[in-house]
């Protein structure tokens, strides 16, 4: 008997733009923000290791590793990367925990740096909302504003910090969903200009072939913290489409025609990417070509990633 799924596959060939000299110590601790690179990386300073933020632009080939922050405590750092779009600015937030604390990764001293100008410098800012980071990088910027899922140290309640990076001022949303773990919370991505977030029915981020639903909340109303949920019953089939198995992918985000676009961190050859049709219950497959060289390495996939040969790196810092 033959089986004819709703799937579409094409192929489509890798552009190289430049070699990243810089080791990402942390898989989620790298981010793309119209079209500069944001990643971590370690570096050996008299026999220490030191964890450094480090910006790049695959359009020119510059990069650039920004100044340490300003602080003598023994520390763990946190930085997320936006963009202002009203000032056209790029900034770098970072925070600050304390190592040896009694509570694990309260955010303490929060710091910004703004790229573009002639002597850049990390500028103390307050922060209100005592909040403890999640050990996993899970943020997105949306139209100026950061946000990252934490907890609130004083209702232990589960909140999305936001940061909004023009007025350099915080806030929280109520993070609602009681249907996941305490460790994890799904990705946060940018629904049509609208925070969101996609789980599946795993509980863990991962999609693979033994998932049956993804279930999608979008923040309606951030004064109310009024959440929508819609879940897609994902096809009998589905775990036939990625080579029968249950590899789980990771969760790019939705593209700008509503596909939710699943990709795998650690390709085999071929590398594909997934976009999935929660209206025609259908998934588009997509094969990237020139890509048989970095198997079984770390693979970063981004929405909406542009061209941008205006920004000078080097003229910035």
Known sequence: MLFLYPYTSSLLAANYHMKIPYYASSFKRCSSVRGLIFLGDERSLNGVEHKVSVICNPSTGESLTLPKLKTRKRIGVRSYFGYEPIEKQYKVLSMTWGIY?????????????????????????????????????????????LYYPAVNTSSRGFIIVSFDFRSEKFRFVEDTDTSISSYYRPPLINYNGKLGSLGSSGGFGGIGGSCTSITLR????????????????????????????????????????????????????????????????????????????????????????????????????
Not at 273 to 300: C, D, H
């Open 101 to 145: 604390g009694t509570r694990d990764m309260d955010s303490e001293e929060h710091q910004v740096l703004t790229l573009g100008t002639r002597k850049p410098s990390w500028r103390m800012i307050e922060c209100w909302i005592p909040h403890s980071l999640y050990h996993t990088y899970n943020n997105v910027c949306i139209n100026g504003v």
């Open 218 to 317: 979008v923040l309606e109303d951030a004064e109310k913290h009024e959440w929508s949920e819609h879940i897609y019953v994902l096809p009998a089939w589905w775990k036939y489409i990625f080579g029968g198995g249950y590899t789980d992918l990771c969760v790019v985000g939705v593209a700008r025609t509503n596909e939710i676009v699943l990709s795998c961190p650690f390709p085999s050859t071929p590398f594909y990417v997934f976009y999935y049709n929660t209206e025609r219950n259908a998934i588009r497959r997509v094969e990237i070509q020139g890509l048989e060289a970095f198997k079984g390495r770390s693979v970063y996939t981004f929405l909406d990633h542009v061209e941008n040969v205006n920004m000078k790196l080097l003229e910035g810092l």
